[in-house]
Every structure is written in structure tokens, then in C-alpha cells.
């Protein structure tokens, strides 16, 4: 009992020296408390930055002694993870929202993997929503993967992740200027995942690394415009003409159309003089991998749809 002991004690301590979570909260006192209490079970170092919340969340925070708060003046979207980054003194980061947090186990397979693959960047975990549990299409989406290994790195090849699932390498993240203040929020990590790659870095999806997300619909609405223009934004910057043409147009049709997809083109048309004057073509190989993931999407989208028809 006492070798079982001191093995847990030494694995403990092993873990928090090599990952912090940073926790980005925004007006959520009502539903964040479970969520400090699940991430504090994890004996790791935790940084929250409040981006600007007028409810009670920093007194909340305040109140878990562990948890290093740092509040923010205003809103600044997802560019708030990119402070809390360098509040940490680890190697990792696992970056985690006010809505979901981390198995144990799982924060070490991917401290492991980072540890052992130097050109890993990013772990992105398997997401399970809710109190049922049910896999997030997008972690089925991501195990899916087409892309083929060629580094010897166990997991599915990714060219995209989600925000508050995944572990991140500090050097890597801080090497490529972590996230764009510009995008805000809504799929803002689509530019991330670009920057990585470009600049040569792996990231993986593993089943092992599981993520519980109690997702809140607070935000959805307001978040959808921005969704499209940073899609938008995205591929104007990074992917190649021809290649932009066509992602362009496959953006506009498979969303719906209502007053959020008219704001989201307004608002990435406003930008597009910014957009273009940061235009950074991907290589031809990284862009012929991202058209094999669209195709992919698509057929995902496609039979996901059809299974949810027949289930009516």
C-alpha cells in the first residue's frame, strides 16, 4: 500500500510539473462551480482569465485558493488564453473552458506523447457531452482522420482542433503567436491550427484523452456571424487562390442561411482589405491536405445528416 502510495505521490507531482490549465471564463457563474471543483480534483496548477465578466465569476474564482485569477478589463475573445499562457511555468498547457474539464488519466497520455515527439505541438482530446455522455460529432470527425502518418506519431492527423480540448506545447503555441485578437471568437482556432502546420508542427487526436463538455447555448447565437467571417477570414489568408475559390463558396452553402449568415458575410467583407493585406499562402502539399479534408467534411456532414433524418 505504501509503494502505491508514493507511486501515485511521485506521478502527481510528475504531471504538475509538466501541465497547467488555463481556464477562460466569461459570465458563467451560474454553472461554473462544478467545473472548478472537477478541475481542481486534478492537483495541477490552474490560471483562470475572466475576460471582463459583470456577473460574479471573479468572486468564484477568487474563492478556490488554488486557482491563480486573472481578470481582464474587457472582453478579448480567445486572444485572453494567449495571457494566461504566460502566467504558467510548465512545458504544457491544457487549455479548458467554463464549461467542461479534463480526465486525469488522460492529462497524462498527452504530456507523455508531447514528451515523447518534439514535433508534436497539440493533443486534441475526445470530447463527451453532457450527462449522457455522447461523443461530439467532432471528436468522430477527428478520429476519422484521412490524413496519413508519416512522423511516427500515435494519434489522428490533424489539421484543426477545439479550443478548450486540447494540450498544447508552450514553445510551439508562443513560436506561432498564439491566437489572432482580430478573430475574437467562433472557430478562431482554424488560424492557430494553420500556423502550426505551416511552421512544420504535428497535432494528433487521441481517444485517451477525454474531455467532458456541458456545453452552455448562451453564446451560440452571437457567436454564429463570427464563426463565418473567421472561416471566412482563414481560407482568404492561408489557403491558395483556387483553393480559396472553392472554400469560399462550400463556407456559404453549407451554412444556413438566415439574418446570423448575412451578418457573418457583412462582417467578413468589412475585413477582407485586412484579410488580404495578411495573406500568407499555405504550401501546395499542406493546402492539398486541407482539400482532402474538406471532401472529407463534407462526407461526414452528408451521412451525419442522413443518420439524423432516418432518426426522426
Known amino acids: 500500500m505504501g509503494h502505491a502510495m508514493l507511486t501515485l505521490e511521485i506521478a502527481e507531482r510528475e504531471l504538475r510539473e509538466r501541465v497547467t490549465i488555463v481556464l477562460l471564463t466569461y459570465n458563467c457563474v451560474h454553472r461554473l462551480k462544478p467545473i472548478l471543483i472537477h478541475l481542481s480534483a486534478l492537483n495541477v496548477a490552474i490560471v483562470a482569465v475572466d475576460n471582463g465578466s459583470s456577473d460574479n465569476t471573479m468572486n468564484l474564482l477568487h474563492s478556490f485558493e488554488q486557482i491563480k485569477v486573472i481578470g481582464l478589463a474587457r472582453n478579448i475573445g480567445a486572444a485572453a488564453r494567449n495571457v494566461g499562457l504566460e502566467h504558467t511555468a510548465t512545458p504544457y498547457v491544457a487549455f479548458c473552458d467554463d464549461d467542461g474539464w479534463y480526465e486525469r488519466d488522460g492529462l497524462g497520455h498527452a504530456t507523455d506523447a508531447l514528451d515523447a515527439h518534439p514535433a508534436l505541438a497539440l493533443v486534441n482530446g475526445r470530447i463527451l457531452v453532457g450527462e449522457q455522455q455522447r461523443l461530439d460529432p467532432i471528436s468522430a470527425e477527428m478520429a476519422d482522420s ?123 467583407l468589412r475585413g477582407l482589405p485586412w484579410a488580404l493585406g495578411r495573406r500568407q499562402a499555405v504550401s501546395v502539399e499542406l493546402d492539398e491536405q486541407l482539400r482532402v479534408l474538406d471532401r472529407h467534411r463534407l462526407h461526414f456532414l452528408t451521412a451525419h445528416r442522413a443518420h439524423r433524418l432516418a432518426a426522426r
Not at 500556423?195 to 474531455?211: E, N, P, S, T
Not at 456571424?225 to 487562390?241: D, E, F, Q, S, V
Request: aromatic fraction near 12%; charge should be positive.
Open 146 to 268: 484521412p490524413l496519413p502518418e508519416r512522423h511516427g506519431i500515435p494519434g489522428a492527423v490533424l489539421l484543426g482542433f477545439m479550443a478548450g480540448a486540447c494540450i498544447v506545447r508552450v514553445n510551439a503555441y508562443r513560436a506561432v503567436g498564439g491566437y489572432e485578437p482580430e478573430f475574437f471568437m467562433g472557430g478562431e482556432e482554424q488560424t492557430l491550427a494553420l500556423k502550426l502546420a505551416a511552421a512544420g508542427w504535428q497535432l494528433r487526436y487521441r481517444d485517451d484523452v477525454v474531455v467532458y463538455h456541458c456545453p452552455s447555448r448562451a453564446n451560440v447565437n452571437g457567436l454564429r456571424p463570427l464563426g463565418l467571417r473567421n472561416a471566412l477570414w482563414t481560407c482568404w489568408i492561408y489557403r491558395r487562390r483556387v483553393a480559396a475559390v472553392t472554400a469560399t463558396f462550400r463556407l456559404l452553402s453549407e451554412r444556413r442561411k438566415d439574418r446570423a449568415w448575412v451578418y457573418g458575410i457583412l462582417l467578413a
